[in-house]
């Protein structure tokens, strides 16, 4: 028989795996802000100086897309190394 990682159903894997999840999504928040800072500046260096509008669109929208990406793929990663990728298998 295959063994088989252990699942989140283990309760010490799991806070293992979720606190993994953490601190991946905690580096991709500092990547988040060096990036909307970076976007924020050269925005204001080539179109002059910014609204508060101008400057909450690109916050919403670097931020919010990098975020959202950091989330959905730190999930999959999440997925991929507790087992239920290989799970989805045996389920009759």
Do not use: C, N
Request: hydrophobic share 55%; net charge negative; aromatic share 10%.
């Amino acid at each position: 028989m295959q063994h088989l990682p252990p699942g989140l159903d283990d309760p010490d894997y799991a806070a293992f795996a979720w606190a993994r999840y953490r601190m991946i999504m905690r580096w991709m928040a500092l990547a988040t802000v060096v990036i909307v800072g970076g976007a924020v500046l050269l925005l204001d260096f080539v179109y002059g100086p910014l609204s508060w509008v101008a400057i909450a669109a690109a916050i919403g929208g670097f931020g919010g897309t990098v975020m959202l990406t950091a989330a959905l793929m730190g999930l999959v990663f999440l997925s991929s190394g507790s087992g239920h990728d290989e799970r989805v298998k045996d389920i009759d």
